[in-house]
């Protein structure tokens, strides 16, 4: 099949796409809501107000730039991103600051991947906590995104199904992933970099292992008040499952960490 380049329609592009690439997917093909290129990447520069960056952390309303697929691409550079903030919003400002901080992230992990290169796959530094047995694999009901705990459930499916995840939501999967369910860190990395359309090796693993310890000072993990907080409590009010993030996190440390 060949694509009629005079239909620009996205429903023409998913199916051509659909018979391209048949066998080497499951169930219905779908296209991600994020457009490519250039002129998509300025209109999402253009709607982005820095002022709405305190927002940032919500999941469900908060106010982010979603330029990382545009940036993971090579369609805009970091630093036309902040000299185009810079030039509508000036330079001063706390959100102006937090956004600008957050592209200088980037730049980090990839300062971090052209010194370390591959090493970047194993684990950095040693655990801050004992180990458990690592779960090399990815869990059945994990990967069809039926653990029967919304927060993770539809967060998985949101990434399947537009290539894309707030930071916090990837944040707390990889977590449970990691610190729940004991699955080693680069089973989900692998996971995300397969699915996300701004996955980039170096701050995905990185990421990943700050998530871990083997690349902070402690490991990350959250209970269900933070989750309540940042979603204004959609998930959890779906939910009927028994919550195991519902506890303090002195509790919570206690039943993943021992006494580390």
Request: net charge negative; charged share 25%.
């Amino acid at each position: 099949m060949k694509l009629d380049v005079t239909r620009r329609s996205r429903e023409a592009m998913r199916a051509y796409l659909a018979e391209a690439l048949d066998g080497c997917y499951e169930g219905e093909p779908t296209i991600s809501p994020i457009e490519g290129g250039r002129a998509a990447a300025e209109r999402q520069l253009s709607n982005f107000d820095v002022r709405r960056y305190a927002s940032r952390n919500h999941v469900t309303r908060g106010h982010v730039s979603r330029m990382s697929p545009y940036i993971r691409h090579g369609v805009m550079t970091l630093r036309e991103v902040r000299d185009a903030v810079f030039a509508r919003f000036g330079r001063v400002g706390e959100s102006i600051y937090k956004f600008v901080f957050e592209l200088a992230w980037h730049q980090f992990w990839q300062e971090v991947y052209a010194g370390l290169g591959d090493e970047i796959y194993a684990d950095i530094e040693d655990y801050k906590f004992p180990p458990p047995v690592w779960q090399e694999t990815l869990p059945d009901d994990v990967a069809r995104a039926e653990t029967g705990l919304v927060c993770m459930d539809e967060a998985l499916r949101e990434l399947y199904a537009t290539g894309y995840l707030h930071n916090h939501a990837r944040m707390w999967f990889a977590a449970y992933l990691i610190h729940h369910r004991r699955v080693h860190w680069s089973v989900g990395e692998r996971l995300f970099f397969a699915h996300l359309l701004d996955g980039n090796p170096p701050p995905n693993a990185l990421s990943w292992q700050w998530v871990a310890s083997t690349f902070s000072s402690k490991p990350y993990y959250f209970n269900r008040q933070n989750i309540e907080k940042y979603t204004d409590g959609t998930w959890c009010r779906q939910c009927t499952a028994a919550c195991p993030f519902d506890q303090t996190y002195d509790a919570l440390a206690g039943q993943l960490f021992g006494n580390a």
